[in-house]
C-alpha cells in the first residue's frame, strides 16, 4: 500500500473536521505537518499526532516528501495558497471557494493545469448518502426526466460578522453548496439566475454589505429550473432538504435527526429538531469525500470535484449578486 504524506492548512472549524478524519481513518495516510497563523491552534495539531507545526505556508511546503496539502484557511488565503502548493508539485485539496474573483480563479486553474496536480474542492454535499441516493434515482430514471429541483438550505445561526466580512456574503460563502448541488443533482448546466436577497435575521449583516436570507431561480440549459431558498437562522437547526420533481415521480431528502421517534399526546406530536449543523449533519459527507480524494490520488484519477466545478459554482454566486443589485435575471454568459 501507497503511503501518503499530507498536510493541512488551518485548523478552524472545518480544518479539524478534516484533521480528524485523516489522522484517524485513512490507513494509508500520514499527516505530517499543521500550518495555523494563530501560535493557539498548535495545541490541535499536537493533540492529533502531527509531528511539524509551522505558521507560514513556506515552511509547509518545504516538509520533506510531502505528497499533498489539504487548504481549510479562510476563503481570501485560498487562491495564494493553492497557487504555491501548485507550484511545489503537490496535489491540493481545498475548501470552497476558491476565490471570490474569477479571473483570478482561472489563474489559479491554469497554473494547476499546467503543474499538472490534481486538485479537489470542498463541495462536500455531493458525498452525503441521502443526496448521492437523490443522484441515483435521476441518473437511472425512476423520477423520468427531472423537471424542477428544490433545494432548501438554512444555518442554525449566522456565523461571526469577522468570518462573514472575508466570506464573500451569502451566495459565494453558504449558497455555493447549493450552485453546486444543483449542477451535480442535476447533471446540467446553469444558463440564468434570478435571485432576490434581504437582511431579515441581523442588521450587523446588513452593515458589512451581506445579506441574510435569499430565494433564487436557477435556469438550466434545457429550461428545467432549481429553486433555492436559504436563510442564516433557522430557530430549529439545520434544515438540510432536497427534491427532485420528474416527469415520473419525486424523490425527496428529508432533514436528518438525532432519533426519529416521535410523541403523540392530547396536547400534539412532538419529534427531535434536526441536526443541529454542519458538523453533525455532514460528517458521513466529510469522512467520504476525503475518502475519494485520497482514491483519486492513490490510483491517479480524475478529482471527483474538480477545478471546474469550482469556477462555475463561483460564476453562479457572482450572477445571483449582479441579480439582487439590478433586481433582474443575470445570464450566465454575462458574468463568464
Ligand atoms: N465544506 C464545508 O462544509 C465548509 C464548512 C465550513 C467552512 N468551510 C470553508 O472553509 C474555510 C474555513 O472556514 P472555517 O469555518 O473553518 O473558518 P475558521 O475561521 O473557523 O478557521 C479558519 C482557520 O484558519 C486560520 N487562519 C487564518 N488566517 C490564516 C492564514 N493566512 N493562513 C493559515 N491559516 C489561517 C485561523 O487561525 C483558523 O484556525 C472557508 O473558506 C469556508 O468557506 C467549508
Do not use: W
Amino acid at each position: 500500500m501507497k503511503t501518503l504524506k499530507l498536510a493541512i492548512v488551518g485548523l478552524g472549524r472545518i480544518g479539524k473536521i478534516h484533521l480528524k478524519n485523516l489522522c484517524r481513518n485513512y490507513p494509508e495516510v500520514i499527516v505530517v505537518g499543521a500550518m495555523d497563523v494563530l501560535d493557539a491552534s498548535r495545541r490541535i495539531a499536537e493533540e492529533s499526532g502531527v509531528r511539524h507545526f509551522v505558521q507560514t505556508m513556506d515552511e509547509l511546503i518545504g516538509l520533506p516528501d510531502l505528497d499533498g496539502i489539504v487548504i481549510c484557511s479562510p476563503t481570501n488565503t485560498h487562491a495564494d495558497y493553492v497557487e504555491k502548493a501548485a507550484k511545489s508539485g503537490k496535489q491540493i485539496f481545498c475548501e470552497k471557494p476558491l476565490d471570490l474573483s474569477l479571473d483570478r480563479v482561472q489563474e489559479v486553474l491554469a497554473i494547476v493545469e499546467e503543474m499538472g496536480v490534481g486538485l479537489m474542492l470542498g463541495f462536500n454535499r455531493r458525498f452525503d448518502p441521502e443526496f448521492k441516493r437523490i443522484r441515483e434515482l435521476v441518473v437511472n430514471g425512476s423520477i423520468g426526466d427531472p423537471q424542477i429541483v428544490r433545494i432548501t438550505s438554512r444555518d442554525p445561526e449566522p456565523p461571526p460578522v469577522e468570518y462573514l466580512r472575508v466570506s464573500g456574503g451569502l451566495f459565494l460563502d453558504m449558497a455555493i453548496h447549493d450552485f453546486d448541488m444543483a449542477r451535480y443533482i442535476s447533471g446540467k448546466q446553469v444558463k440564468e439566475v434570478y435571485a432576490k436577497g434581504a437582511v431579515l435575521v441581523d442588521p450587523e449583516i446588513g452593515k458589512v454589505g451581506d445579506i441574510d436570507t435569499a430565494s433564487i431561480i436557477l435556469t438550466f440549459e434545457d429550461d428545467t429550473m432549481a429553486i433555492i431558498d436559504n436563510c442564516r437562522r433557522a430557530v430549529y437547526g439545520y434544515d438540510q432538504r432536497l427534491e427532485v420533481f420528474g416527469s415520473k415521480g419525486m424523490a425527496q431528502a428529508e432533514n436528518n435527526f438525532a432519533n426519529n421517534h416521535r410523541l403523540y399526546t392530547e396536547s400534539g406530536v412532538s419529534s427531535a429538531l434536526p441536526l443541529h449543523f454542519f458538523l453533525e449533519r455532514y460528517g458521513a459527507s466529510y469522512h467520504q469525500e476525503m475518502r475519494e480524494f485520497i482514491d483519486a490520488l492513490v490510483g491517479g484519477t480524475k478529482m471527483p470535484v474538480d477545478g471546474n466545478d469550482g469556477l462555475m459554482s463561483l460564476a453562479i454566486g457572482l450572477a445571483a449578486k449582479k441579480s439582487v443589485e439590478e433586481n433582474r435575471p443575470v445570464r450566465i454568459s454575462e458574468i463568464m
